[in-house]
């Protein structure tokens, strides 16, 4: 039996889809290796290699094969000096890889690091950073290493790069040993608890603890404990009280919701959209709102690079790179025009980006945008960097309209699946649109995309890469403005 940081840290967030992942993982549906977590795991590889230049007498055990490291760690604690990926398994199968243990000559016991590519540190079911590290200092002890202080080394979310790197002011050791005493007995108890369970073949039960919880909290291992539960429920629409009065009567469907049952106006209208089957078109208000939209209309679209480690001067960690946009501009006589811009290298990235931006978006017209949130934020953030261009992006927020409005409450269909995010709303619209063809497919596709570009030497690669960037970008600012000419003719 085998029990890793990680896994100890699902068990945490839920047993149930914890068992399953481990004991049927042919039944698990949340175990893909998507793009987005590969992203998320080299992060976490590139912020331990920039803290690990602060230990630089430190050893890495790098080895294949968990008998083989363990081994060499025995080997490395011998020297009582820096050990990174430290690695120990105890008999009942606990097994950690410490990403900094330094002996500490004081105190004669061993300080544990643990490094996060966060900003700050999390205590929330998800990712809880205490118990992660507590986990560790546990399994090291029953290990027979006596532990000393352990830290938290995370990003200084104030640090504002300026030149080279400096490290000392980039992270923060946070010393979270008191912290650790105090969910000490808790997490004994749970990992007691998660052994116990992995000696159960079957679980014997109908249905997990997140029935009666709305549908956001729900994880992908709901359907295999709930099978009685349609993908598109009750849950979706209601929570609390009325959400289990339904299901403790066996009501999981919306369809199955009876007439008189007591709901607000926009429950009602999401109920009665799953009942007829057929889409709820406001067109009164839609009309209403596309009304003030002023002309010529400019559809924008940005890409972005996200990176733990500021890459660039005037950027905090974690902030984001807008490499790319889309812009099509259709004018009130049905002209359109697309204008793009793909940066092609790191450090003028966003300058070329901001003068294009400038040069193809007048004074006049909306700014129409899909999850306003976005757009704004990374406009706030270019203002910032471009003191010259601060204005110009002012007026631009102030300018914008996020054409999802109008699919949270005037045009809802029940293929949407109660959703207002265009990958759903795309495909029911505009079929022939797809992103299913390109090679680049989404968001994710696309920062990785454009960090080969950067990289790339063969000139016809490059090419293609450009292209492919292009294309994708291109097809998200198409399909808004498909999207607008649609709702625009009903
Ligand atoms: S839906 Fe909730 S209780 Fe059920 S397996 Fe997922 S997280 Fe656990």
Known sequence: ?????????KYLICPESFWLEKKKPEEFKGGEMTDFLKKLIQDGYDVEEKVR?????????DEIGDDVLVKKTQEALKNKGIIFQ?????????????????????????????????????????????????????????????????????????????????????????EVSEQINEVYPEVSFHIEKALDLLKEDDLKITSCSCL?????????????????????????????????????????????????????????????????????????????????????????????????????DGYNPNQQIVFQYSLHILEKDGKLKHFEYLADDLETSTEGLVESLKQNIGNIGTVIVWHQTFEKGRNDELGKLHPKFKGFFEDINRRIFDLKIIFQKDYLDPRFYGSASIKKVLPVLIPELSYKDLDVQDGTMAMSAWEEL????????????????????ELDTEAMLKIFELIREL
């Open 1 to 9: 039996m085998k029990l890793t940081k990680t896994e100890f840290k």
């Open 53 to 61: 230049e602060l230990f630089p007498s430190g050893v890495l055990i």
């Open 86 to 174: 430290a690695t120990f398994k105890t008999e009942e199968g606990l097994f950690v890889m410490v990403d900094i243990l330094k002996f500490n000559d004081e105190t004669q016991k061993w300080d544990l690091y643990e490094v996060k590519s966060s900003s700050e540190i999390k205590t929330d079911l998800a990712h809880n950073h205490i118990k992660d590290i507590c986990f560790q200092k546990i399994t090291l002890e029953r290990a027979s290493i006596e532990v000393g202080n352990s830290y938290i080394v995370h990003l200084n979310r104030d640090y504002v790069r300026k030149g080279d790197l400096d490290l000392s002011k980039l992270f923060i050791f946070a």
């Open 212 to 312: 009666y919880k709305s549908a956001g909290q729900r994880c992908d291992s709901f359907s295999y404990f709930n099978p009685q539960v349609p993908e598109y429920s009750t849950a979706h629409i209601l929570r609390g009280k009325k959400l289990m009065e339904l299901i403790d009567n066996n009501i999981f469907d919306p369809k199955d919701i009876p007439d008189d049952f007591k709901l607000t106006d926009p429950q009602r209208l999401k109920v009665n959209l799953q009942k007829i089957g057929v889409e709820q078109i406001n067109i009164e208000n839609i009309r209403d709102t596309l009304s003030d939209l002023q002309y010529p209309l400019y559809f924008l679209d940005y890409e972005t690079l996200l990176k733990p480690i500021p890459q660039l």
């Open 454 to 473: 950067l990289g790339e030497k063969d000139v016809n690669r490059k090419k293609k890469i450009r292209e492919n960037l292009l294309k994708y970008c």
